[in-house]
């Protein structure tokens, strides 16, 4: 019964590849994020959607594009992939937006591109 | 800026002693701040959070204190465990309607037998 789930949980390519990670939550919350977290541990929010619309764009570069088909699944689209790309992403959830309580983080999808 | 500073980078403490991870916020409309451990390899999960309308939260061997006049919030630990170790974050709601949660840049825990 994983809360939130995501995949896949590793990820090696090539520079300039295409990629998607997906996540799915089944807790019934209303918005969810996508975090990275690079070499160093620092975690720095990407995007943030609530109930499908999006509500973050954290001057993320375009070959980024966060989808969420329903409040349930949020899902990562990852165009020509750079080096500088490798990090652990992390999908979360949160039954409120952002100041209203705790987020709920997937295992995470460690991706590296080489 | 949106930013949360959080000291020291790595700490060490002997099995029992106590621990001490302090932050401090750009935004003065911050109005949550949780506490975030990541174990080796794992996700973070959230051990204890503090609202503006509150100065001190403690649980069991946890306890956080909040001072919204010099934007600083503090994580307390005592009696330290081998299972402490880990990589602790400080994280505050920021931007219109605090409507995301930013993190301060991590403290690596570490326990000594």
């Known amino acids: 019964d994983t809360a939130v789930s995501q995949t896949p949980k590793y990820l090696v390519t090539q520079m300039g590849n295409d990629k998607s990670i997906k996540c799915e939550q089944n807790?019934?919350?209303?918005?969810m994020y996508w975090y990275k977290q690079d070499s160093k541990k620092f975690l720095k929010i990407m995007f943030s959607?609530?109930?499908?619309?999006?509500?973050i764009n954290e001057t993320v570069p375009n070959r980024f594009s966060p989808k969420s088909p329903d409040k349930a699944h949020l899902n990562l689209h990852i165009n020509s992939l750079e080096l500088g790309d490798s990090a652990v992403y992390f999908c979360?959830?949160?039954?409120?937006?952002?100041?209203?309580?705790?987020?709920?983080f997937g295992e995470g999808s460690r991706l590296t591109v080489l | 800026g949106e930013n949360v500073e959080q000291h020291p980078s790595t700490l060490s403490v002997q099995e029992g002693d106590s621990a001490v991870i302090k932050c401090t916020y750009s935004d003065s409309a911050s109005n949550y701040f949780p506490w975030y451990k990541q174990e080796l390899g794992k996700r973070p999960q959230l051990i204890i959070d503090?609202?503006?309308?509150?100065g001190e939260k403690k649980d069991q061997r946890i306890a956080v204190t909040l001072n919204k006049t010099a934007k600083h919030f503090s994580l307390h630990i005592t009696e330290t465990q081998p299972e402490d170790s880990a990589v602790y974050f400080c994280?505050?709601?920021?931007?219109?309607?605090?409507?995301?949660?930013?993190f301060g840049s991590g403290t690596r825990l570490s326990i000594r037998p």
């Open positions: 807790l019934g919350h209303d918005t």
């Open positions: 994280a505050a709601s920021m931007g219109s309607s605090a409507s995301k949660i930013i």
């Open positions: 503090i609202r503006s309308n509150v």
């Open positions: 959607y609530n109930n499908k619309e999006l509500i």
């Open positions: 979360a959830s949160s039954q409120f937006t952002g100041g209203g309580g705790e987020l709920f």
